[in-house]
């Protein structure tokens, strides 16, 4: 059987990370810039943005909106994409270092009981119906030899936390006598949907509806 899971941003301020749009914003909005430019531009975001943005979407959403104030040349072009180039650094920067807060290793026991359960956990969360679907597959698939389930983990976070505790996992199942002779399964390694650290991370509008005019709908802007 294959489990996907798809996680995001709860799954790292559960993990005691501050990660939020709210505290990532703080940050940024008290961040010195040397450029005249980007600090105008600073300013036109959070106009944008006003005081009852909440999430990471309502960041993304200004950023778009927020294009109707540039020139529609390749100037504007250039002074949104130092706007979003620096944005982009310092979420980064910021993200680097939350990443680092992270006490895996410290939570060994916790993280190792919990992967045991997820399948448990799983099926705790469906409906009568699903859980009977479920039942239903399993005993439909051919039985393989050796045949263990698989677990994919899709998120949407830039950290890697989760790809720290699942190198516990891994390492556990190597290195360490598990109660029970727990079948672990087959880990896959995580698909990171916006990027991670250390790589080009994403961010930006879902859709060109997201951009209030043809500003950034051009072949130039879709290739920079």
């Given at each position: ?75 504007g072009l250039h002074q949104f994409y130092s706007l ?141």
């Amino acid at each position: 059987m294959n489990y996907t899971f798809l996680l995001g941003n709860g799954f790292d301020l559960s993990m005691g990370l501050r990660t939020s749009y709210r505290d990532f914003l703080r940050v940024y909005q008290a961040a010195p810039s040397n450029s005249e430019s980007i600090r105008q531009a600073k300013t036109a975001l959070f106009d944008q943005l006003g005081p009852r943005a909440e999430l990471w979407a309502d960041l993304e959403r200004a950023l778009g909106m927020l294009s109707s104030r540039f020139p529609h040349n390749s100037e504007g072009l250039h002074q949104f994409y130092s706007l979003q180039n620096d944005l982009v650094e310092h979420l980064h920067q910021y993200f680097l270092t939350e990443n680092s807060r992270a006490q895996v290793a410290a939570h060994q026991e916790e993280i190792l009981q919990a992967f045991a359960n997820l399948r448990a956990t799983l099926r705790e969360h469906l409906t009568p119906e699903g859980r009977q679907s479920l039942e239903t597959l399993r005993h439909t698939l051919p039985v393989r030899q050796n045949n263990h389930d698989a677990f994919r983990f899709v998120t949407f976070n830039y950290t890697t936390v989760l790809d720290q505790c699942l190198a516990l996992v891994t390492r556990a199942r190597r290195e360490l006598s598990l109660p029970g002779q727990i079948d672990w399964g087959h880990v896959q390694d995580v698909l990171h949907i916006h990027g991670t650290m250390g790589q080009r991370i994403i961010l930006g509008v879902d859709n060109l509806e997201q951009i209030p005019n043809d500003f950034g709908k051009s072949e130039e802007l879709k290739l920079g």
